[in-house]
């Protein structure tokens, strides 16, 4: 059973996705497994992403009117719950915390345990708020000391590009028990490989991994070779970067 759906309580996973429908896909993964266990379950996603949820629930024969009712389901709009948080550009922990706890004090009775899907800090990160996606985070760790639950981020990124490691990705890795890795994300590495041994000559995977940045350990190795890219070699970054784009269309063909 991976992580994802195992997902104990205490954990704070990420997953960078640069599609959002394979975004979608592990929601509903976390979700679903969650909801087979008997757990309580808390969205606070975009509309568009609750709607979609709520489908795939509907074709996996679960009725997400029903769950409401019984106390085990609770959404949260993301875009109007980050306008109630924000304070001087930053969200707020005293709004945070009492708008969130109540909901889930009302889902602890109503599940196994509970767990949340959030795109909280996601929505902050598009928009280039990315301290406040940070802050976000933080909340989210301080409000586990109170409640135990197993939390979800999903985050839509481009993680070959060169431009989605000039935010502080690292600090993603802090805030986060675990940085989930995909398919896609090992098809990377291998590309970033065999860029670098071109482009310098060696390999930057080994090297990438004795990072001493505790945040940057915990990404996917192509990811975690991207940051240190850009940290050591950031005149090269763009150059490796297109090189492994190529190498990585010719694996997936």
């Not at 704070?12 to 979700?31: I, P, T």
Request: charged fraction near 25%; hydrophobic fraction near 40%; glycine fraction near 8%.
């Amino acid at each position: 059973m991976s992580l994802l759906t195992e997902a104990p309580a205490g954990r704070h996973l990420a997953q960078l996705h640069r599609d959002a429908d394979a975004l979608g896909e592990s929601v509903f993964e976390f979700l679903e497994a969650g909801l087979r266990r008997g757990d309580s379950v808390l969205i606070t996603a975009t509309r568009g992403r609750s709607d979609e949820i709520f489908e795939r629930l509907t074709a996996g024969k679960f009725h997400p009117k029903s769950l409401n009712d019984s106390g085990q389901l609770a959404v949260l709009d993301a875009e109007p719950l980050l306008e109630q948080l924000m304070a001087n550009g930053a969200p707020e922990w005293a709004a945070f915390r009492s708008r969130v706890a109540p909901v889930l004090s009302r889902l602890q009775p109503f599940g196994r345990g509970i767990r949340i899907y959030s795109e909280l800090a996601n929505t902050l990160w598009d928009a280039g708020k990315t301290d406040a996606a940070v802050r976000i985070e933080d909340c989210w760790n301080a409000l586990a000391g109170a409640y135990p639950f197993a939390l979800f981020c999903g985050f839509t990124l481009d993680t070959h590009c060169e431009h989605s490691y000039a935010g502080p990705l690292e600090e993603l890795g802090r805030t986060h028990s675990d940085i989930l890795g995909s398919p896609e994300d090992e098809r990377f590495g291998v590309a970033l490989d065999r860029a670098s041994k071109e482009v310098f000559g060696i390999s930057l995977t080994q090297m990438a991994g004795v990072t001493r940045q505790e945040g940057a350990r915990k990404f996917p190795s192509g990811q975690r070779t991207m940051l240190w890219v850009k940290r050591n070699l950031p005149m090269s970054t763009a150059q490796l970067a297109d090189k492994a784009r190529q190498y990585f269309r010719d694996l997936r063909g």
